[in-house]
């Protein structure tokens, strides 16, 4: 009789220890899946901004693009600009570079870009010596590390604010966390003029913009790209 009562009490201190251990266990698995979710959430978000930063580039250098400022009056009315954002004189030395107006002024610029690499001055490009998917690479003379130099950054042509995005940080002058480069692709104006996408008769060019931006991560990159067709409501 005074044995049984010991051995209860050590069945009961056995089975107290195996449920602190397991609720040991569960507070460690509750916690690491809290903050495995929060990670996750976290990346999530920071690309999710870095995506949307990438969206606004796009709009950016469509705005150049037309010489527009985001309220859409002209980037610039001074004489030389000619409806551009940038004055319209070539000197690629000086790192002055426009969007071409015709296909003269595309010539000009292919021999201008063509002994670079990468073949572009302040965002405006050639696709000859443009690494496909560059942002991926970082070592190469056309990978991302370089073309970062020759980038445009968000209103450094049209004006544009960080306040039009909402105060966006990765689009603040000196983040230097988001870039735009501009493909300028002749276009065959020997198309039908039914095509869609025929562009304007006095602009015979389609646009390939690339955007990038990257979040507070290293892993948020976010890459934008899109065809840009420049056609007048009239044409």
């Known amino acids: 009789m005074n044995g049984r009562p010991v051995r209860q009490r050590g069945v009961a201190l056995f089975f107290v220890l195996v449920m602190v251990l397991l609720g040991t266990l569960l507070a460690a ?3 690491r899946t809290v903050r495995f979710n929060e990670l996750v959430t976290g990346n999530d978000a920071d690309y999710q901004r870095a995506l949307q930063a990438a969206q606004a580039m796009v709009r950016d250098a469509e705005l150049d693009i037309r010489g527009q400022r985001p309220d859409g009056s002209p980037c610039r009315t001074a004489p030389g600009y000619e409806g551009s954002c940038r004055l319209t004189r070539l000197d690629a030395e000086a790192g002055q570079v426009f969007f071409p107006r015709d296909t003269g002024d595309f010539q000009d610029l292919s021999i201008a870009l063509a002994g670079r690499t990468p073949s572009c001055i302040k965002g405006i490009c050639l696709g000859a010596k443009l690494a496909p998917e560059f942002w991926r690479g970082q ?6 590390e370089a073309m970062k130099k020759v980038a445009a950054r968000y209103g450094e042509f049209t004006g544009a604010t960080v306040a039009d995005k909402g105060g966006d940080p990765l689009l ?11 493909e300028v692709l002749p276009y065959d104006m020997g198309a039908a003029a039914a095509d869609p996408f025929r562009p304007d008769a006095q602009r015979p060019f389609a646009y390939r913009i690339t955007a990038v931006a990257q979040g507070r991560k290293q892993a948020s990159l976010a890459v934008v790209q899109t065809v840009f067709i420049w056609r007048r409501v009239d044409s």
């Open 29 to 31: 698995w509750t916690a």
């Open 139 to 144: 070592t190469a003379a056309n990978g991302f």
């Open 172 to 182: 603040m002058a000196g983040q230097d966390q988001a870039w735009y480069w501009v």
